[in-house]
């Protein structure tokens, strides 16, 4: 941490230095100041910049440079002491900018840019506990950083609309929406790394559970339609298909694979046509396809289980399309169909939907070797079948 405590500096620098003048001679002090100060009439481009190193007042000073010295250091580490500078130079611009842009008054003050750290802490930091003063008890309180920022927001958002015109609420404004734009692009480029406790992660993170809570839901409700299916003489036949699936997963759940295996098969033959019935848990069948993938074919029945595979990995991509391990099981599938089963078409169109989805590079390197062998071939369609 370097230039949060030069920047304090500075200030107090060029304040005491000031003052030390206006003591003296108050007519000099202004007419030294009065060339650097923000001024929508008379404006120079260094204004917006030299502006935030002045302040009217001790409690002006010494309010920014608390925020300044609060919200600077954790910036600073985690994007670099000289792109915390030019940062906080940018919300300087920022921030007088749109003063200028909208304001007659001319303006001084570091807020404009110690806003854009509050607009950046907010979304590098939401969760990180601040302590402050609570002037109704007097005693000092901590309170998330997200209430204290969007609060301080709200209220220059409704000084703003009072009309007020002694404080520069749209240089605040201007500054926190800088801030806070920037560190949303850096991180959803990935330009800066992301971190667990950022709103970035936090709002996927968020997302994810929605779907999660989505696909529970889904199941759900695939689970009812099953109990709701009936046969052709009108019987419900979800009670037979509710044993079959608990035969399976008893037998899986006992480690006696290949009968589960075996189950399973009885259990497609019979209900392969009822929607949902051949869907397990994801753990069920993970396992069933490791069997059948592994597993030798028999010499009578060539090509089973490699069927038996690719028909259970289907099952995989169709019920749990959010999971983490589906793009993996897109890949073997995609394998599978080309090398095994020689349905040379479709495999095409699973890989290619798998590669954009894979995250490690041994496996997109895999699925592209895999397309390339699939081009110099002739193609043929085909369906996968049962076990």
């Known amino acids: 941490m370097l230039m949060t405590p030069l920047l304090i500096g500075l200030n107090i620098v060029v304040f005491v230095v000031l003052e030390a003048i206006h003591a003296k001679n108050p007519d000099q002090a202004e007419a030294i100041r009065q060339p650097f100060l923000l001024d929508p009439h008379a404006f120079r481009w260094f204004q917006p910049l030299t502006s935030a190193f002045l302040h009217a007042g001790f409690w002006h000073i010494a309010s920014n440079m608390l925020f300044l010295f609060v919200f600077g250091p954790n910036i600073e580490d985690r994007i670099g ?7 906080y130079i940018g919300g300087a611009y920022a921030a007088g900018g749109l003063h200028i842009a909208f304001e007659d008054a001319r303006a001084l003050g570091a807020s404009g840019a110690v806003s854009a750290c509050t607009g950046a802490y907010l979304v590098l930091f939401p969760r990180t506990q601040i302590r402050t003063l609570f002037l109704l008890y007097l005693r000092p309180i901590d309170i998330s950083a997200w209430w204290f920022i969007v609060g301080a927001f709200v209220w220059d958002l409704i000084g703003k609309g009072s009309g007020r015109g002694d404080i520069a609420y749209l240089a605040h404004i201007g500054g926190s929406v800088y801030g806070a734009g920037v560190m949303l692009a850096l991180l959803g480029l990935k330009v800066l790394p992301r971190e667990v406790y950022d709103l970035f992660s936090i709002a996927r993170q968020a997302n994810r559970r929605r779907q999660l809570k989505e696909a529970t839901a889904e199941g759900q409700k695939r689970a009812k339609d099953w ?14 298909i509710a044993l079959a699936r608990a035969e399976v997963g008893r037998l899986i759940t006992a480690g006696d694979i290949p009968a589960a295996a075996a189950a399973y098969r009885r259990l497609v033959s019979d209900h392969g046509t009822t929607p949902g019935a051949t869907v397990l848990s994801h753990r069920y069948l993970e396992q069933l396809a490791a069997y059948y993938f592994e597993a030798p074919d028999l010499p009578d029945h060539p090509g089973e289980h490699k069927r038996g595979a690719a028909y259970v990995m289907d099952r995989i991509i169709e019920a749990y399309p959010r999971e983490s391990s589906t793009p993996r099981f897109r890949l073997l599938l995609g394998i599978v169909l080309s090398r095994d089963l ?13 590669l954009p989805q894979l995250r490690e590079e041994d496996e997109k390197a895999l699925a592209r070797a895999e397309l390339r062998a699939l081009a110099a071939t002739a193609q043929s369609p085909g369906a996968v079948a049962a076990p």
Do not use: M, P
């Open 227 to 240: 109990w709701a299916t009936t046969n052709k003489q009108g019987v419900v036949s979800g009670e037979a």
């Open 81 to 87: 002491r000289w792109w915390f500078l030019l940062f």
């Open 342 to 354: 020689q349905e040379k078409a479709r495999a095409q169109r699973v890989l290619e939907e798998a």
